[in-house]
């Protein structure tokens, strides 16, 4: 349980060569822009079933449920990976060199530079997450507001 397997640690290894590919991709402003577009419209239709259709977003959540809460789970997951990364992908607007891979180099504040742009990194990811979580609370409440529920 504690332990990785050798199936698991490459795993874990084409999930972070895919999240880094992903990170690169964005590097470019024409992927940006059509991910930011692709991200947020999914959010924006999400939220308006939610908001124009509660009672079957009710319905059809209690199905899945009854039929498996992993199968539940990961259709909650929709919501959760679209506003992260449609709010990673706006941090990605603002700083757009955030993710460069630089290796360091042998002047004085080189160090100095490397930190400040690891500590950045952390920082837009630790805010995409709180969004991201933020953003599905708040579509379940409202979902539970609209049936009653709450």
């Given at each position: 349980m504690f332990?990785?397997?050798?199936?698991?640690?490459?795993?874990?290894?084409?999930?972070?060569?895919?999240?880094?590919?992903?990170?690169?991709?964005l590097?470019?402003?024409?992927v940006?822009?059509?991910?930011?577009?692709?991200?947020?419209?999914?959010?924006?239709?999400?939220?308006?079933?939610?908001?124009?259709?509660?009672q079957?977003?009710?319905?059809?959540?209690?199905?899945?449920?009854e039929?498996?809460?992993?199968?539940?789970?990961?259709?909650?997951?929709?919501?959760?990976?679209?506003?992260?990364?449609?709010?990673?992908?706006?941090?990605?607007?603002?700083l757009?060199?955030?993710?460069?891979?630089?290796?360091?180099?042998?002047?004085?504040?080189?160090?100095?530079?490397?930190?400040?742009?690891?500590t950045?990194?952390?920082?837009v990811?630790?805010?995409?997450?709180t969004?991201?979580?933020?953003?599905?609370?708040?579509?379940?409440?409202?979902?539970?507001y609209?049936?009653?529920?709450?």
């Amino acid at each position: 349980m504690f332990w990785e397997t050798e199936k698991d640690e490459k795993e874990n290894e084409k999930i972070s060569a895919r999240l880094t590919a992903f990170t690169n991709n964005l590097s470019d402003k024409r992927v940006l822009h059509q991910s930011l577009l692709i991200y947020l419209s999914g959010n924006i239709i999400i939220w308006l079933c939610v908001l124009l259709m509660p009672q079957t977003i009710n319905r059809v959540f209690d199905s899945i449920f009854e039929l498996s809460n992993k199968l539940g789970v990961m259709i909650l997951g929709i919501p959760f990976g679209l506003a992260l990364f449609s709010t990673y992908a706006l941090c990605r607007l603002k700083l757009p060199n955030i993710e460069d891979n630089k290796q360091l180099k042998t002047d004085l504040m080189s160090s100095f530079d490397y930190q400040s742009d690891s500590t950045k990194r952390l920082f837009v990811w630790l805010f995409s997450i709180t969004v991201e979580v933020i953003n599905v609370l708040l579509i379940v409440l409202v979902d539970l507001y609209f049936n009653d529920q709450l």
